[in-house]
């Protein structure tokens, strides 16, 4: 009897639980309506926390999940969000929006495969959907955006992955996937600080992200912080150990330190040889390095300078600056080589160009002396001329006088033909005018300088080189050439 007794009090005891229970749907609602004024004053936090509280209530209700996916997608939230959408749905395959949300979500985290089976299934269940329709519509041309970058990556056309990533993140924002393939083409096409930025984001919510910590070391190793690079490429490999770009990307930057090291080594110790190949094997490790391979280049070019192979210098210095416009360094050194030979336009629209992007006293000074060298190449080179050295003394300068007047003297050409004549009388002339020049120091002094010769009466124009010849050899009686055999002259003064 005793045991039929608790019996009934037992079965008596079920119905206030399902009174309870009624009072805990009327208190799910009532949150759920306090969470839908909260949703319309777009406050989503306090939304979200009314939500909940409905769904720990009454945790069977689809719309409970439905509208806290709604406000997770609002805080940016969306794998969270997903998670809510799906448990709608699977509480209620009917309802509509319910798949919706999770197509949406899948959507923005990029899944466009997954999204269009949502919005399918929300099609099949409201065929007239416009917001299912439209939704479809966006997850497919994401795919198609997907589909093409990946064919223009391949073609290493990174611009227009850039853009095909910019469509397919207005419709996935949340989509990590696209933001460090946009962020990887940034890199290659040398626009660091966005791709570091985009990276950076990635890492702010998910520190642990291989991808992200790969473009960061990527963003570093280009720009030439091959140390740095290293650290975080190691650190994407401990995330990811079978991250093949990081592990590609590692393995260049140490050995690119270590034959740049190497080379700058025997360039120090004076191996030039040695030094030169070094460099040019660590231009062979990665090409896509623009401004590591901008400053090996430049590196092997001062390493040809030394060898005394300008030209080949001129060459590498200008790949340098093809590969990075801002180089100065590359610049100073291309125009040293071109005043060592004598290219003198050139080194001034290089040095101009140092110039314009710093201006310090030392460029201005080498700007100036190359201006000034072009110059003096401009006019006649007395030197030249003569056959002498600029540091020619005054009896050296004498004796290529004395030579080079008898040489180009008119009375030696008289028998030639009138246009050997011509050009004779004029190297006789100019020789006149450097021995004017260089035998006054006065003269020579402005003339080594690059000034004006005109601007002291020092014109050449009505230069009558004979007075100089006869001034040169002495005595009033004059000078003649006599044939003293075939093809050859001596001369004599009367």
């Not at 570093?220 to 190691?234: G, H, N, P, R, T």
């Amino acid at each position: 009897m005793a045991a039929a007794a608790e019996c009934d009090v037992v079965m008596a005891a079920t119905e206030p639980e399902l009174l309870d229970d009624e009072e805990a749907k009327r208190e799910a609602e009532t949150f759920k309506e306090q969470g839908n004024a909260y949703y319309a004053k777009k406050d989503y936090n306090e939304a979200y926390n009314y939500y909940t509280k409905a769904i720990d209530m009454c945790p069977k209700n689809a719309s409970y999940y439905g509208n806290r996916a709604a406000t997770l997608m609002m805080l940016g939230r969306f794998r969270e969000a997903l998670g809510d959408a799906q448990q709608s749905v699977r509480l209620d395959d009917s309802f509509v929006r319910g798949h919706l949300r999770e197509g949406k979500c899948h959507l923005s985290l990029g899944n466009a495969m997954a999204a269009c089976r949502s919005f399918q299934r929300a099609l099949e269940l409201d065929h007239k959907n416009a917001q299912a329709q439209q939704e479809f519509k966006n997850a497919n041309a994401v795919m198609e955006y997907e589909k093409i970058a990946e064919t223009d990556f391949e073609k290493r056309d990174f611009r227009k992955v850039v853009f095909r990533m910019d469509r397919a993140l207005e419709f996935a924002p949340a989509c990590h996937r696209f933001k460090i393939l946009k962020a990887e083409c940034l890199a290659m096409l040398g626009r660091y600080p966005e791709a570091q930025s985009v990276a950076s984001d990635i890492l702010r919510m998910d520190s642990t992200n291989a991808d992200a910590l790969y473009v960061r070391g990527l963003c570093l190793y280009y720009e030439d912080c091959i140390e740095k690079a290293v650290q975080f490429f190691v650190q994407a490999l401990r995330m990811a150990p079978d991250h093949e770009k990081a592990c590609i990307a590692c393995r260049n930057a140490k050995a690119l330190k270590a034959k740049k090291e190497d080379g700058n080594k025997a360039f120090k110790e004076g191996n030039y040889k040695l030094a030169y190949e070094l460099y040019t094997e660590a231009l062979g490790i990665d090409p896509n390095n623009i401004k590591t391979n901008a400053k090996l280049y430049c590196n092997r070019g001062t390493v040809n300078s030394k060898l005394r192979k300008l030209d080949d210098a001129i060459e590498d210095c200008t790949n340098a600056v093809k590969l990075d416009d801002t180089y100065i360094k590359a610049y100073l050194r291309r125009a040293q080589c071109y005043m060592d030979t004598e290219q003198y336009e050139e080194a001034v629209r290089d040095y101009e160009k140092v110039y314009q992007t710093k201006k310090t006293k030392e460029h201005k000074q080498l700007l100036k002396n190359a201006q000034l060298e072009l110059k003096k190449s401009k006019r006649k080179d007395y030197y030249k001329i003569l056959g002498v050295d600029k540091n020619a003394s005054e009896d050296e300068i004498k004796k290529a006088y004395r030579k080079r007047a008898l040489m180009h003297h008119p009375d030696r050409h008289s028998g030639a033909s009138a246009e050997v004549q011509k050009e004779e009388e004029k190297k006789f002339k100019e020789v006149g005018e450097a021995f004017t020049i260089l035998s006054d120091p006065k003269k020579k002094t402005r003339y080594d300088s690059g000034q004006d010769l005109d601007e002291e009466g020092m014109n050449m124009g009505d230069f009558d080189p004979n007075n100089i010849f006869k001034a040169f050899f002495g005595g009033p009686g004059g000078f003649s050439f006599e044939a003293s055999g075939p093809g050859s002259f001596f001369f004599q003064f009367g």
